[in-house]
C-alpha cells in the first residue's frame, strides 16, 4: 500500500485528494495537514480514526510514502522541502513557487535519488494543451495565452499559464518579439520571454485557458476547459504511480504522459 499525505486536506481540492486515495485499492490514508485546523479529531472530517491530524510540520512524526499538496502559495515551498527532507516523495499541485525554489526543490530531491514531481495543472487536457502548444511554437514564432479562473484563485498567471509560456520559449529557443512598448495602463499582460499572458478572474470559471498562435495570414487557437476540480484526480493518481518508480524530480505532469 502507498502511504500518503494530504497538505491542504480540508481545502476544496484536498478533499478530492482524500476522497481518491480512499478509493484506491494500493493507497491508504495516513495523515492531513493544515496549519489552519484547531480541532486535530479525524472524525471531524469524516475521516478513518487512525488517520493522523497535524497543524505543524514539526509535529509530523509518522512514516508516509507520498505527500500530496494542495494548499497555498506562500506554503508550498516549506511543505515541499519538509516532505524531501524526510524522504517522502512530493507530489505538488500548488501553483506559486518560483522558478529558484522549483530548482532549488530539484536538487535537493535529486541529491536524495527521490522521486516526485511540481505540476502547474493535473488536468490531462490542459497537460496535452502544454505539449500541443510547445508543438506549434516551433512552426509559429508569435502567440498570447488567456487564462481565465475562478475569482479565488490567489497567484495571477496561473502556474498553467506560465508553464505553457516556458514551454513555448524553449521550444523557440530566443524571447518573441515585441510590437508594443508603450502601455501604461498594462493592457498587454504579463511577459514571459515576449510571449504576452492575460489572466481573468471571475465568477463562473474553474480554470480555462487558451494559446493563441498568429502567423501570416493564419490563426491557430489551443484551449481546454475544466468545468470540474474531479478532473485534476485522473492527473494526480497518475503522477502517484509515476514517482514512486522515479528517483528524481520532474517539473510538469507532460514529462511522464
Given at each position: 500500500m502507498i502511504k500518503v499525505i494530504v497538505s491542504g486536506f480540508s481545502g476544496s481540492m484536498g478533499q478530492k485528494a482524500v476522497k481518491m486515495v480512499n478509493d484506491s485499492e494500493d493507497m491508504e490514508l495516513v495523515a492531513g495537514f493544515n496549519p489552519i485546523v484547531t480541532n486535530l479529531d479525524p472524525q471531524t472530517y469524516d475521516l478513518n480514526k487512525n488517520v493522523k491530524i497535524f497543524n505543524k510540520l514539526s509535529d509530523i512524526n509518522i512514516k508516509a510514502d507520498v505527500w500530496i499538496d494542495f494548499s497555498i502559495p506562500s506554503a508550498v515551498f516549506d511543505n515541499t522541502k519538509f516532505a524531501i527532507e524526510h524522504g517522502i516523495r512530493p507530489v505538488i499541485g500548488t501553483s506559486g513557487m518560483s522558478e529558484e525554489q522549483t530548482s532549488e526543490l530539484k536538487r535537493m530531491a535529486d541529491e536524495r535519488e527521490l522521486g516526485g514531481i511540481i505540476a502547474s495543472n493535473f488536468g490531462l487536457s490542459a497537460v496535452l494543451m502544454m505539449k500541443f502548444a510547445q508543438t506549434a511554437a516551433k512552426y509559429f514564432a508569435e502567440s498570447?495565452?488567456?487564462?481565465?479562473?475562478?475569482?479565488?484563485?490567489?497567484?495571477?498567471?496561473?502556474?498553467?499559464?506560465?508553464?505553457?509560456?516556458?514551454?513555448?520559449?524553449?521550444?523557440?529557443?530566443?524571447?518573441?518579439?515585441?510590437?508594443?512598448?508603450?502601455?501604461?495602463?498594462?493592457?498587454?499582460?504579463?511577459?514571459?520571454?515576449?510571449?504576452?499572458?492575460?489572466?481573468?478572474?471571475?465568477?463562473?470559471?474553474?480554470?480555462?485557458?487558451?494559446?493563441?498562435?498568429?502567423?501570416?495570414?493564419?490563426?491557430?487557437?489551443?484551449?481546454?476547459?475544466?468545468?470540474?476540480?474531479?478532473?485534476?484526480?485522473?492527473g494526480v493518481k497518475l503522477a502517484i504511480h509515476e514517482v514512486i518508480k522515479k528517483n528524481q524530480l520532474v517539473i510538469g505532469l507532460e514529462q511522464i504522459i
Open positions: 498570447e495565452i488567456v487564462e481565465k479562473h475562478h475569482e479565488d484563485k490567489i497567484d495571477a498567471p496561473s502556474g498553467t499559464a506560465l508553464n505553457t509560456a516556458r514551454l513555448i520559449y524553449e521550444a523557440r529557443g530566443k524571447d518573441q518579439v515585441q510590437h508594443s512598448s508603450d502601455d501604461p495602463l498594462h493592457t498587454r499582460g504579463g511577459d514571459y520571454h515576449g510571449t504576452k499572458i492575460h489572466a481573468l478572474r471571475l465568477p463562473g470559471f474553474v480554470a480555462d485557458e487558451e494559446v493563441i498562435f498568429g502567423g501570416v495570414g493564419e490563426t491557430l487557437t489551443i484551449s481546454q476547459s475544466t468545468t470540474d476540480r474531479q478532473s485534476f484526480m485522473t
